[in-house]
């Protein structure tokens, strides 16, 4: 009852339920006999109801607490699971999260660190999440993230934030804290502020003697490290060991690795990324065409290539590779002509003149895409909605252009068909007509019809026409090797104009790296969208190509 007059803090937690003080008591008797600067932070931050004190002051000047009924109890004399959250969310660990959280989510990581001091002066118990919130905010702070543009301020705020973050780090060890990939990869980040890749590389490492498995987050630090010091054979290891842990590196990853190779003047290992990029990536970023075309532009790379080479084994390796590549290595000498340029509607290149190729994909690869496609639409559901526009134009459109003048296969969901858009006399009157033909399919409710259309499409090897350019999660979910080879080769998309509506069609070459039998590059980037604008092109080819490929056009 003395601890109850004296600390307000108790008063406040005591203000929901009796069941809390009772329930933690031996929690609170350990509290220090003055009260903290957090827990009076903490009572100053909510409000405090005349009414609600009164109940409160009139239970704690009871002579025996024990014998008042708790509050919020259930009939069956179970405390209400609306009352065991609010008591949880009363704690001082998880209103310190709470704080935290606001701190990492707006930046403040001074505010975080006396909020992380005064709890463990309190004896605030402190959680896995607790840490890895502050090693976020300190690694933020040490790569200079959470800077506000004042130069003196900012990099005290990085010194402030490495060496704390490090502090830290050790005392969650000391605490016997158990870390997950989020606290290696900060401790990571925090290395790599202090310019130490190979320390984070290091922890990245030692991942595996707690059966943590990396993610491609983990190894940013130690790989974007060492290529910012130009370290090229460090960077490999790394690159090495994702490998071996099953980590597939994206294009951020690959373009470093090719920048630091690209400076190290290794070409080997230049030509073997260009090719990772092109069958990882398919169209490059900005940032990566301008690395590519900051190689060919340069002096190293006119000495580098075959002066002869087998035919024979170059149209070998295009037909193994499924055509666009040959994979054999540099071809030709001499300096590079690098131009940005545009395909025409055949594929045909406007600067040197040669015409892409339509790469095969294997029918194998399309089975097993069905396959896991139908067991991944058995496992996931999310919500979809579907786009609105003129079905029956489309869907006499594509009758015209089909051989046998049949409908094609029009899949809607249920509530489609049934909901509003049936009440209408004309539309009702078309989705029996298509449904009489077999035309149209209603997918279950409950169901998402993105599965329903994307098998049937794969399936039966047949085009698909929509604009979802099938980016969100669902899609994700498919991996990046085969499906946006698919999606290229069979999507129709529609434009509406003045003019009325168009069908695309897929284009009759494919949208990626190519690499022709005479040693030509071909780079797509993602200016552009073939649709409305033209996709811009890098052409890199030897300049005595270039007049040969020009004269084949006339």
Request: proline share 5%.
């Amino acid at each position: 009852m003395v601890l109850v007059k004296r600390f307000p803090v108790l008063s406040f937690i005591m203000k929901s339920e009796i069941p809390l003080l009772l329930k933690h008591r031996k929690r609170f008797l350990s509290l220090p006999c003055s009260p903290s600067s957090f827990m009076m932070r903490t009572v100053n931050s909510y409000p405090f109801y005349p009414h609600s004190m009164k109940r409160i002051n009139r239970l704690t000047t009871s002579a025996n607490l024990n014998s008042l009924p708790p509050l919020h109890q259930t009939s069956g004399g179970k405390v209400s699971r609306k009352a065991k959250k609010k008591e949880h969310m009363e704690l001082p660990e998880s209103l310190l999260k709470f704080k935290l959280d606001m701190c990492s989510r707006h930046g403040k990581l001074v505010e975080a660190l006396q909020l992380y001091d005064e709890a463990r002066e309190n004896g605030v118990p402190l959680s896995q999440y607790h840490y890895n919130v502050m090693l976020y905010l300190c690694s933020s702070a040490g790569s200079g993230s959470l800077g506000q543009g004042d130069s003196e301020n900012d990099d005290n705020l990085k010194e402030l934030g490495m060496r704390r973050g490090f502090e830290i780090f050790q005392q969650m060890a000391i605490d016997n804290v158990v870390p997950n990939e989020a606290t290696f990869t900060n401790a990571a980040r925090l290395a790599t502020a202090r310019e130490d890749p190979e320390m984070a590389f290091d922890l990245v490492k030692k991942m595996k003697n707690f059966g943590i498995p990396p993610r491609l987050r983990s190894y940013g630090p130690a790989l974007f490290g060492f290529c910012k010091k130009g370290n090229a054979d460090k960077a490999y290891e790394v690159d090495e060991h994702m490998v071996d842990c099953g980590v597939s590196a994206e294009e951020s990853e690959l373009s470093a690795l090719l920048k630091v190779s690209m400076d190290a003047k290794k070409a080997d290992k230049v030509y073997e990324l260009l090719h990772r990029i092109r069958a990882t990536v398919r169209q490059v970023s900005e940032s990566s065409a301008q690395i590519v075309e900051d190689w060919f532009k340069s002096d190293f790379v006119a000495s580098v290539g075959l002066e002869s080479w087998d035919v024979n084994k170059i149209k070998e390796g295009v037909v193994k590779g499924g055509g666009g590549w040959h994979g054999q290595g540099w071809l030709g000498s001499g300096n590079w002509r690098i131009r940005r340029t545009q395909m025409d509607k055949k594929g045909v290149c406007q600067s040197c003149g040669e015409k892409l190729v339509c790469i095969d994909i294997d029918p194998k690869e399309t089975k097993n895409f069905a396959s896991s496609l139908t067991k991944l639409a058995r496992e996931k559901e999310a919500k979809a909605g579907f786009a609105k526009f003129q079905v029956n134009f489309i869907m006499n459109k594509l009758r015209e252009m089909s051989p046998s003048k049949r409908y094609p296969l029009l899949i809607l969901h249920k509530r489609r068909v049934h909901g509003k858009p049936d009440k209408d006399p004309k539309n009702q009157k078309l989705l029996e007509m298509w449904e009489k033909s077999g035309a149209l399919y209603p997918t279950p409710l409950g169901s998402d019809d993105d599965w329903y259309w994307l098998y049937a499409a794969v399936h039966c090897n047949c085009l698909l026409v929509t604009n979802d350019e099938m980016r969100d999660h669902l899609f994700q979910l498919l991996g990046s090797s085969f499906f946006p080879r698919w999606k290229e080769k069979h999507q129709v998309r529609i434009s509406v104009s003045k003019h009325g509506i168009q069908l695309h069609m897929p284009p009759p070459y494919s949208i990626v790296i190519q690499e022709s039998e005479n040693g030509s590059w071909h780079v797509p980037t993602v200016t552009g969208d073939d649709l409305e604008t033209p996709r811009q092109w890098l052409c890199a080819t030897r300049s005595k190509n270039v007049s040969n490929s020009l004269s084949d056009l006339f």
